[in-house]
């Protein structure tokens, strides 16, 4: 199964983007996420949701950030909004199926410049 990640991409501070994630074929996702890699730092959560809807969100991220998903299509969502340069990193999304097994986008750039 592979994940497409789309709409990274160079903004300014204060902006806006919207990433997506979509997994083909037909299968049952459990929980969606979208983590972030900024250069010299460890990989980190960046937002979830459930299959019902529920969120959680890094501190570093709530409200100014919104995950959504839409489960027919298996496709997951991240609005950002205020983008700050902070926010700089690869942005990856993941996807797990039952039993607990992961499935990884491939990364998407997004640049805040000052």
């Known amino acids: 199964v592979q994940l497409q990640a789309f709409g990274g991409g160079l903004v300014n501070t204060g902006g806006s983007l919207r990433l997506s994630c979509t997994a083909a074929?037909?299968?049952?996702?459990?929980?969606m996420g979208w983590y972030r890699q900024a250069p010299g730092k460890q990989r980190e959560l960046v937002a979830v949701?459930?299959?019902?809807?529920?969120?959680n969100y890094a501190d570093s991220v709530k409200g100014r950030f919104t995950i959504s998903r839409d489960n027919a299509k298996n496709t997951v969502y991240l609005q950002m909004n205020s983008l700050k340069p902070e926010d700089t990193a690869v942005y990856y999304c993941?996807?797990?199926?039952?039993?607990?097994?992961?499935?990884w986008g491939q990364g998407t750039q997004v640049t805040v410049s000052s």
């Open positions: 074929g037909t299968i049952f996702i459990n929980i």
């Open positions: 949701v459930n299959r019902g809807g529920s969120t």
């Open positions: 993941k996807m797990q199926q039952p039993l607990g097994i992961d499935l």
